[in-house]
């Protein structure tokens, strides 16, 4: 079975600040792909990244970077310089290649970020 | 903009009644896929169709059907709807569907489905 777990329900800043969040994840499938998106107040759900299971290289995408570790079955999100236009649900999702058929996504519980002034 | 579209964005009805949610992919992907959003479940998969054909199925109740067109757009129908039935209902599309990976799944805006 597939599960991801967003440990961190609600996380608050203030404008400027770095924050982290965390993404633990569980498959017994050696392919798998692992996903980030946000969702703002507005409800729709926007695509960050995608990462498969043999790239452990960490990316950077302006202000946002990914660090994904195998070692640990974390693939946490982190947001440098916090704007207010940055406070939304994030969601981590998990997609196995060969569990079940198809290719549905397992999503974390979310974390709501609150970037304040 | 995701390239999904999903209507109706918005849909009010009572309990009983019985509803359609439709979804056009994006140009060119032959996936598309349903999930419900509620406060208790949080984002559950439904059910995916890969060009017309079933293709996964997950927590999708026997009270709820979907298909795929030939044209590609998908249509979920809910029947004797009941007040736990209330969601954001998203439909997402990929290019893939089988073997070869996820390719990035794009999620339409979600119809907010309220049962009274």
């Known amino acids: 079975a597939q599960k991801v777990t967003q440990a961190q329900t609600e996380i608050s800043v203030v404008e400027k600040e770095d924050v982290t969040l965390d993404c633990v994840y569980e498959?017994?499938?050696?392919?798998?792909?692992l996903f980030w998106y946000k969702q703002p107040p507005s409800g729709e759900l926007v695509f960050l990244i995608r990462?498969?299971?043999?790239?452990?290289q960490n990316e950077i995408s302006g202000r946002y970077s990914w660090n994904f570790q195998k070692s640990t079955s974390s693939f946490n999100f982190t947001i440098t310089a916090s704007q207010v236009v940055d406070s939304a649900v994030y969601f981590c999702?998990?997609?196995?290649?060969?569990?079940?058929?198809?290719?549905?996504?397992?999503f974390g519980t979310g974390t709501q970020l609150k970037v304040e002034l | 903009d995701s390239g999904v579209t999903q209507t109706p964005k918005h849909l009010i009805t009572a309990t009983g009644q019985r509803v359609t949610l439709r979804c056009s992919p994006r140009?060119?992907?032959?996936?598309v896929y349903w999930y419900q959003q509620s406060l208790d479940q949080g984002l559950q998969f439904l059910i995916q169709?890969?060009?017309?054909?079933?293709?996964a199925k997950g927590n999708i109740l026997e009270r709820f059907s979907a298909q795929q067109f030939p044209d590609l757009h998908s249509e979920l129908n809910l029947s004797s709807l009941e007040l736990g039935d209330s969601a954001l209902y998203f439909c997402?599309?990929?290019?893939?569907?089988?073997?070869?990976?996820?390719?990035?799944?794009?999620f339409g805006e979600g119809s907010r489905l309220t049962v009274l």
């Open positions: 997402a599309s990929s290019v893939g569907g089988l073997a070869g990976g996820t390719g990035e799944l794009f």
């Open positions: 498959t017994r499938d050696t392919t798998y792909y």
């Open positions: 990462r498969n299971s043999f790239d452990e």
């Open positions: 999702a998990l997609s196995a290649e060969f569990t079940g058929g198809g290719n549905k996504l397992t």
């Open positions: 140009s060119g992907d032959l996936s």
């Open positions: 169709y890969y060009n017309g054909e079933e293709r």
